[in-house]
């Protein structure tokens, strides 16, 4: 929970009508460039996820608005929203350094 990762992903949800809205992507006009960031400072359903995740693995999960952002809307994200991401773990950098040398 600690340690920071870096990853490519998708994050979307699905407007009333059933479309899909992409709110970020490390694709596209990022032109696939990776992103690090701390575990802990991402929604709690990002970061359990990522904690069960291998580097290397790519998985496609849903996030529940309470594991999300809940009440509180985001520039792009309205409040009570089920969120949806793609996500491919590139590289765990941990907090402690040398944690993960033995």
């Not at 709690?44 to 904690?51: A, E, H, K």
């Not at 291998?54 to 952002?69: D, H, K, M, N, S």
């Amino acid at each position: 929970f600690t340690d920071s990762v870096t990853v490519r992903y998708t994050g979307w949800y699905l407007l009333k009508d059933g479309t899909k809205y992409t709110f970020d992507t490390t694709e596209g006009d990022y032109n696939g460039v990776a992103r690090s960031f701390s575990v802990g400072g991402t929604v709690d359903g990002f970061s359990t996820m990522l904690q069960h995740m291998t580097v290397g693995q790519q998985v496609e999960f849903c996030i529940p608005q309470r594991l999300g952002y809940g009440a509180t809307a985001q520039s792009s994200i309205p409040a009570y929203t089920t969120l949806w991401f793609r996500v491919k773990l590139l590289k765990i950098i941990p907090s402690n350094k040398g944690e993960w040398d033995k």
